[in-house]
């Protein structure tokens, strides 16, 4: 292998880390912003609203976003991606989730003409849990893409490699060729001579 060669995996390496290493810090942080707004609501509204079910419920089915999320998570872990505390923060994020979700079921149409704040509340509570579980599925999906582009590159390299390998096996050996140059030379000398 090339210095050179060597070098620029080094490099990408260390590239890399630094790319998951902000990702985890990025994920985790938007996490515990979330965990934080949903006791006192998003600073700015949600720019849609978060969906709503079938007529006389007004549950988002955060619960169905948590199970998605979570199993990606458990895919990203099994395959050895860097999870930092994303378990743990998704375990907190549903909890936040199945209470938002009761709070909505148990919501009735009578209580939406009485409470239309509370109803508000309890949606924005909703669509910031669902955009966190969205970015956390978006980091996933990133590292994901990540790992395997990295993977590629690792096979990539081994190819090379391998292939430099045996391109060096079969051609001809240069000392041989040295030998034969001299034994040529030699046995011209020893005909000149005679």
Same mark, same amino acid.
């Given at each position: 292998?090339?210095?050179?060669?060597?070098?620029?995996?080094?490099?990408?390496?260390?590239?890399?880390v630094?790319?998951?290493?902000?990702?985890?810090?990025?994920?985790?942080?938007?996490?515990?912003?979330a965990t934080?707004?949903?006791g006192?609501?998003?600073?700015?509204?949600?720019?849609?609203?978060?969906?709503?079910?079938?007529a006389?419920?007004?549950?988002?089915?955060?619960?169905?976003?948590?199970?998605?999320?979570?199993?990606?998570?458990?895919?990203?872990?099994?395959?050895?991606?860097p999870?930092g505390?994303?378990?743990?923060q998704?375990?907190?994020?549903?909890r936040?989730? #199945?209470r938002?979700?009761?709070?909505?079921? %148990?919501?009735?149409?009578? =209580?939406?003409?009485? $409470?239309? &704040?509370? +109803?508000?509340q309890?949606?924005?509570?909703?669509?910031?849990?669902?955009?966190?579980?969205?970015?956390?599925?978006?980091?996933?999906?990133?590292?994901? #893409?990540?790992?395997?582009?990295?993977?590629? %590159?690792?096979?990539?390299? =081994?190819?090379?490699? $391998?292939? &430099?390998? +045996?391109r060096?096996?079969?051609a001809?050996?240069?000392?041989?060729?040295?030998?034969?140059?001299?034994?040529?030379?030699?046995?011209?000398?020893?005909?000149?001579?005679?």
């Amino acid at each position: 292998m090339t210095p050179l060669f060597v070098g620029v995996l080094v490099l990408l390496s260390l590239m890399g880390v630094v790319v998951l290493g902000g990702g985890i810090v990025l994920a985790v942080e938007t996490a515990r912003r979330a965990t934080r707004e949903i006791g006192t609501g998003p600073k700015d509204p949600p720019a849609r609203p978060a969906p709503t079910a079938p007529a006389g419920t007004h549950s988002v089915g955060l619960g169905r976003q948590v199970r998605i999320t979570h199993d990606l998570l458990e895919r990203a872990a099994a395959v050895g991606a860097p999870t930092g505390e994303l378990r743990q923060q998704l375990a907190d994020l549903e909890r936040h989730a #199945a209470r938002v979700d009761q709070q909505l079921d %148990a919501f009735e149409e009578s =209580r939406a003409g009485d $409470e239309p &704040e509370l +109803l508000i509340q309890l949606r924005r509570r909703a669509a910031v849990i669902s955009r966190v579980l969205a970015h956390i599925r978006s980091y996933l999906a990133q590292e994901e #893409a990540n790992r395997s582009n990295a993977e590629l %590159a690792d096979t990539v390299g =081994r190819v090379r490699i $391998e292939t &430099e390998a +045996l391109r060096s096996i079969r051609a001809e050996d240069p000392l041989a060729e040295i030998e034969r140059l001299h034994r040529l030379a030699t046995e011209t000398e020893g005909e000149e001579r005679k």
